[in-house]
Structure formats: C-alpha cells, structure tokens
C-alpha cells in the first residue's frame, strides 16, 4: 500500500484534513501525519518510508530527499513552491507540483484587510482613510492578484497593474496595465505584492522602485519576503515618514522594523494567508486529487520541475 505523507508544520484545519485524509484512504493509499514539528530531524524521520509527500511552506531541501528514500512525488499544497528544491528533486526522479489558484481568494481576502488596517491607522483610534476612490497598484497578476481586483472593485477602488506575463488577461478584464513597475508605484495609492520569490523578482522592490511611491503610500506584501529589497525598505522608510507596510511575512530585521516605524509597519506573527479552513480544504484536496491522478493515470499536470 502506497504511503502519503502530509508534513505541515503549520496545520490544516481539521475539517480540510478530514477531507484530505478521506481522498488518499479512498485511493486506496496509507494516511501519515507529522503537524506542528519542531525539528528537521522529526521531518527526515517522518519521510523515510513515504511515497508521496504533501506540505504547505515546509522545506523540501537535499536532506529531505535523500533521507525520503521511496519518494515519487512531493506537492506543495499552495502556490509558491521555493521551499521545495525542485532541481535536485528532479535529479532524483522526484516530481514536484504545487496547486495553482487554490487558496489565492485567502491571500486576496488578507491582502485588502491589511490594506484596510493600515489605511485605518492600525485601528488606533487616529482618523484614517478610506480605501473607495483610491488607487490599487498591483504587482503581479497572477492568481491572488485577480482576486485581489475582484475584491477592490466592490470597494470603489481604481485598480492598475504591472505585469510581464498576464498583459493580455489583464487588459481582457478592463485593468490598465502600466508601463513600468516604476509608473506603477508613482500612480498607486496601495501597492499590493503578488510576485512570486523566484527569477527578477528576488529584491525587486528596492530603492529605485520604492523611490517613486506617492505620498501616504501603503505597501502590502503577501507574497514573499525574498521579493523586497530589506535594507532599501528600511533605508526609505526612514527618510519617507509618511509610508506605511504591511505584510504576511515579518521582515528579518523585523523587531529593528517595529522599533524605527512605530505606527507604520505590521506584521502577521505568522503567515497566515492561506489559513483558512477553505483554503486549506481547496488547496490540501487538490493535493490529494493530485497524488492519486499521478499515481493512477500518470498526470503530471501541475508538475513545476518539469
Ligand atoms: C502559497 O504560496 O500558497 C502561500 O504563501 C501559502 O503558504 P502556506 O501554505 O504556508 O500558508
């Protein structure tokens, strides 16, 4: 009997795993658990003897594989996949695949209310602003970024993009589509983050990006940390007092951030985007759906290592 392994050190909902576990049982494979590790020795215990191997932002490095000896397939229940080393999981006969769209409406949903908490003032009780008639920049539009337009319409907002690679859904879905993501930060009024932690993304928004960020401006990232310039961040925050940013993932320097930038940065104790018990059922089925399609009829549909 085939083994799934599902690895996440940040659980899913009880009521997504019930459903999880049910779509491996009825393939007909094993159901193994390892939530909440504190170790990487207990995720290389845990591996061993699995076939498959689902996680959320778990990391999937050389140790894992190799230590994972029976692994055919590791997929990412979730977008971003830069936690899993999917070259030398190549290397190794391993395939890799993530669930694209699956928990992007949790992310947009996060990424307008921390627009909202930092607009608000943080909810200090000092008079804030409102996001209808604003202008939305996104960065990026993939997934989360489409939900994320779904969602500011309904607030009134303007919403403009910078994207290489969706220009033609974008302007299908009447978005203006800037020139440069310079043009992009120097139009919005809250810049939302939705570049993936890969290519000429890492570090992209550094000074010379940031430096043109209008007056008031609001940065949300729920994205990935990898994509921001820190110390360009920490640099023009101290000479732009009046910036705010907000993201799901706390910078490294993250407690220098809340000491210099009191009342203009937030961050989530812990990434929590995708935290919700739909998006872990959506995202954490898919997973599952994908395993046994891999595993049944040899689908690698949703294969990133190809
Ligand atoms: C993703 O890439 O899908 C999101 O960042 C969610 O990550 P998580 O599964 O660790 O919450």
Same mark, same amino acid.
């Given at each position: 009997?085939?083994?799934?392994?599902?690895?996440?050190?940040?659980?899913?909902?009880?009521?997504?795993?019930?459903?999880?576990?049910?779509?491996?049982?009825?393939?007909?494979?094993?159901?193994?658990?390892?939530?909440?590790?504190?170790?990487?020795?207990?995720?290389?215990?845990?591996?061993?003897?699995?076939? /498959?191997?689902?996680?959320?932002?778990?990391? *999937?490095?050389? %140790?894992? #594989?190799?230590?994972?000896?029976?692994?055919? @397939?590791? &997929?990412?229940?979730?977008?971003?996949?830069?936690?899993?080393?999917?070259?030398?999981?190549?290397?190794?006969?391993?395939?890799?695949?993530?669930?694209?769209?699956?928990?992007?409406?949790?992310?947009?949903?996060?990424?307008?209310?921390?627009?909202?908490?930092?607009?608000?003032?943080?909810?200090?009780?000092?008079?804030?602003?409102?996001?209808?008639?604003?202008?939305?920049?996104?960065?990026?539009?993939?997934?989360?970024?489409?939900?994320?337009?779904?969602?500011?319409?309904?607030?009134?907002?303007?919403?403009?993009?910078?994207?290489?690679?969706?220009?033609?859904?974008?302007?299908?879905?009447?978005?203006?589509?800037?020139?440069?993501?310079?043009?992009?930060?120097?139009?919005?009024?809250?810049?939302?983050?939705?570049?993936? /932690?890969?290519?000429?993304?890492?570090?992209? *928004?550094?000074? %010379?990006? #940031?430096?043109?960020?209008?007056?008031?401006? @609001?940065? &949300?990232?729920?994205?990935?940390?990898?994509?921001?310039?820190?110390?360009?961040?920490?640099?023009?925050?101290?000479?732009?007092?009046?910036?705010?940013?907000?993201?799901?993932?706390?910078?490294?320097?993250?407690?220098?951030?809340?000491?210099?930038?009191?009342?203009?940065?937030?961050?989530?104790?812990?990434?929590?985007?995708?935290?919700?018990?739909?998006?872990?059922?959506?995202?954490?089925?898919?997973?599952?759906?994908?395993?046994?399609?891999?595993?049944?009829?040899?689908?690698?549909?949703?294969?990133?290592?190809?």
């Amino acid at each position: 009997m085939k083994r799934v392994l599902i690895a996440t050190e940040k659980p899913f909902a009880p009521s997504a795993l019930s459903k999880i576990s049910e779509v491996i049982k009825q393939a007909g494979y094993e159901v193994n658990l390892l939530e909440k590790y504190q170790s990487k020795a207990e995720l290389l215990d845990a591996v061993k003897t699995t076939d /498959a191997l689902i996680v959320r932002s778990d990391k *999937v490095d050389r %140790d894992v #594989l190799d230590a994972a000896e029976n692994l055919k @397939i590791v &997929v990412r229940a979730g977008a971003g996949y830069d936690n899993v080393d999917t070259t030398y999981a190549k290397e190794k006969a391993v395939v890799v695949m993530n669930t694209p769209g699956q928990n992007s409406n949790a992310v947009a949903e996060l990424a307008i209310g921390l627009a909202i908490y930092g607009i608000r003032e943080f909810f200090s009780g000092k008079s804030g602003g409102e996001l209808r008639g604003r202008t939305l920049g996104l960065h990026g539009y993939g997934y989360v970024a489409r939900n994320v337009h779904r969602i500011a319409r309904g607030f009134g907002m303007k919403v403009i993009v910078y994207t290489r690679y969706s220009k033609a859904q974008a302007t299908s879905e009447g978005l203006e589509v800037t020139g440069s993501l310079e043009e992009l930060y120097a139009l919005s009024d809250v810049v939302s983050i939705h570049v993936p /932690a890969k290519g000429e993304h890492l570090k992209s *928004v550094s000074m %010379d990006i #940031l430096k043109h960020l209008k007056e008031d401006a @609001i940065l &949300v990232n729920t994205a990935r940390n990898e994509v921001i310039n820190e110390d360009d961040l920490c640099a023009f925050m101290e000479q732009r007092t009046d910036v705010k940013y907000l993201s799901d993932i706390a910078p490294d320097g993250a407690d220098a951030f809340a000491d210099k930038f009191t009342g203009r940065c937030y961050f989530t104790p812990k990434k929590i985007g995708a935290q919700t018990q739909e998006a872990n059922t959506n995202a954490g089925v898919a997973a599952a759906e994908q395993i046994a399609g891999f595993f049944e009829n040899g689908d690698e549909t949703f294969r990133v290592n190809r």
